[in-house]
């Protein structure tokens, strides 16, 4: 990206005073310079330093307004944090009112030195990076500002505030640090408190999250990562475990407007439970007898014990949520119909429970022992698992669906339970714990190998053909690309094969709908942010909106969509808050630098999760996870280091 100027990450990008032709590039910045369709970024400032995208920013009045954020967002947890802050931000005021001294530079400089050496948490130890940078690089502008000795300009739109690593890889958008730090000072009921802000369903969260938060944790630069999603589910655990009165909504039905959900997934569920505590009647409708989407028929109980799940479907209930079990939206029932009921907005929530092919001959054949992945795990929970006690099972992919079908026959008494998947073990896209738990338990994986044909004899499954590939160029996954060798065709002896490659959406339920755009992956096209679609009434979220995806993903969504559901019914633009904004301009630009030195010395290990003994596990579908005891949470939860950032963008106006 070509620059003015940067000091991000301490990599110096200094154009001043070159001809814009010859700029160098600023490879470590990638900051995205439309705000909103107002506004450009013009300038970023916080915890790595300063970017500077054009000259028109007054460096000094910029850094008295950063301060003026990080004063606000300081925790007063240690004096330097609570007392350093605020005298830089003293001195700042001063020079950009215009009664600064020079002598005040060196007493900044030295202060702001002090502070990121003895403050306690990443405030303190960040926020005076920037303006440390500012005094060496832009120190004319402050000796300009003392000699001058009247008011820096102020024309510039500033706008600020925290973030974490872990809080923007989030896409619930909670505030991790907060509710670990709750757990650590021994305040589990107020941690879930705070997760409830971002999310309903800690309890699962806490179980089946697939965690990107902990891929961007900074305790990973030191040894391992905290176990964040964990901690969640001891939150959730200790309310349930004790018999505390669990929070009622206040604004239970206030308002006469009705919201139809379709699907009670996690989209869905929590989407419904966010619109309930705006007051709205919300009902949800579902085509299966049971609750919880993809995690109720989907995961099985050894994952998420389906009375767990109930009681936070029990939650959302008291609420003031109804759910409609056994209604399919678009064949039962239309949403023109629903609409003519006088339901005044709709969240589509279906997500994806059709199998998709795997291209295998005979696949439409109607092989007996030939069973697609989600009506496998689906049927264990409806009706009954098949009968595999003794017999030998291939599941085909390796996602987390297919970690979930290799997983259940080993507790169901297989013979042998084999993966195959067309890659390597490296290009696995399924969380690596799940496949480390699948070894363990004794499921065998075959890489490299994609299937050719189903074997059959008499109409039953007997094998499955394979050809061995090996790995090209990068496809657009990222991931290389599988290319077949030639003649390498072999047999897996197997008395029953599982597909499970991936999902389709059944959209069946727009039945009667005018107006909704599809994608060329038949999911519903909606703004990104918004979640609005072109029927400006409808609004969409999880699988039938971003293809099969995780489950955090999906109450993210839903979060979001409540609130535009909200601004639709109240008259209001349906639009990102400021404060969203500012999330989107950090996602682009990072907030985890996985090569930065911490500084602390390792060492202090990662509690381990408790788990059921092995035997246990192969005989039942019992939970794996025990969960943490209150011990071991804090233990735990000690780890953190609290890495709240500060950032703030200068904006310019564009129309």
Known sequence: MKILFSSWNDEIIDNR???????????QVKLP???DKENNVIAFIGWAGIILVKNSVNIVDMCASFFDYVQNNSCGKCFAGRIGTAVMQKFLKKIAKGDGEESDLTHLEALGKNI??????SVGQTSPIPILHALKFFREDFLTAVRVSKPVSNTTRYEGKWTIPCYYACPTGMDIATYIELIK????????RVIREASPMASTLGRACFHPCEDNCRRKNVEKSISICKLKRFAWDYEDLHSISKPTNPNKHVKEDKITVIGTGPAGLSAAYYLALRGYRVTVFESLPVHGGMVGVGIPSYRV?????????????DMGVEIRYNTKVGKDITIPQLKEQGYKAFYISTGAHLSKKMGAEGEDAGYDGFIKGVDYLRDCVTTKCYTVKGKRVIVVGGGNVAMDCCRTPVRLGAEEVIVVYRRTKKELPADPHEVYESEIEGVQYTFLTAPKRIIAENGKVTGLECLKMELGEPDASGRRRPIEVKGSEFVIPADIVIQAIGQDCDLSVLNG??????TKWQTIVADPHTFQTDVPWIFTGGDVFNGPLTIVDACGNARRAAESIDQYLSNK????????????VIKVLGAYNKYEKIGIKSGWERVPMPTIPMDERLNSFEEVETG?????????ASRCMRCYQIAMVALEQTV
């Open 17 to 27: 005073g070159i001809d814009p032709v010859n700029w160098k590039d600023a490879p």
């Open 33 to 35: 310079t439309e705000f």
């Open 116 to 121: 990121l050496k003895t403050a306690k948490c």
């Open 185 to 192: 000072e021994w305040k589990p009921l107020e941690s879930l």
């Open 305 to 317: 014990p389906k009375e767990i799940l109930q009681k936070e479907v029990n939650f959302i209930e």
């Open 513 to 518: 709908v005018n107006g909704i755009k599809l």
């Open 573 to 584: 633009p349906v639009s990102l808050s400021v404060p969203q904004k500012i999330d989107k």
């Open 628 to 636: 943490y005891s209150l011990e071991q949470a804090i233990e735990e």
